[in-house]
Nanobody, 124 residues
Framework: QVQLVESGGGSVQAGGSLRLSCAAS????????MGWFRQAAGKEREFVAAVSRSGGRIRYADSMKGRFTISRDNAKSTVYLQMSSLKPEDTAVYYC?????????????????WGQGTQVTVSS
């Protein structure tokens, strides 16, 4: 069992930056690939970024490439999402998730544990 708690969300103007954190507790953090997803009001949850167990492999959704950076600190059992050049369309609830599967997954079905989410609101 893994418990995930996101933090760092908030309101920011377009062009601004935010850093989300996701602290994990429970079973060994380094045993899990980690991902960030988001869900805007009235839309399906979508993949944002993912990082492998060791941090050596990373994937981004195309619309986030160059603006978002995912990283992890296994010693602190924490995964981060640095977001810059934010746009109003980035407004959503952001979730972190943990996957016991090998590799870097983009599908929600590959993830075993989810956090409660943190709201990010970008105003124009």
């Amino acid at each position: 069992q893994v418990q995930l708690v996101e933090s760092g969300g908030g309101s920011v103007q377009a062009g601004g930056s935010l850093r989300l954190s996701c602290a994990a507790s429970g079973r060994s953090f380094s045993s899990y690939a980690m991902g960030w997803f988001r869900q805007a009001a009235g839309k399906e949850r979508e993949f944002v970024a993912a990082v492998s167990r060791s941090g050596g492999r990373i994937r981004y959704a195309d619309s986030m490439k160059g603006r978002f950076t995912i990283s992890r600190d296994n010693a602190k059992s924490t995964v981060y999402l640095q977001m810059s050049s934010l746009k109003p369309e980035d407004t959503a609830v952001y979730y972190c998730a943990a996957a016991s599967a090998v590799g870097v997954a983009t599908e929600t079905s590959r993830y075993d544990y989810w956090g409660q989410g943190t709201q990010v609101t970008v105003s124009s």
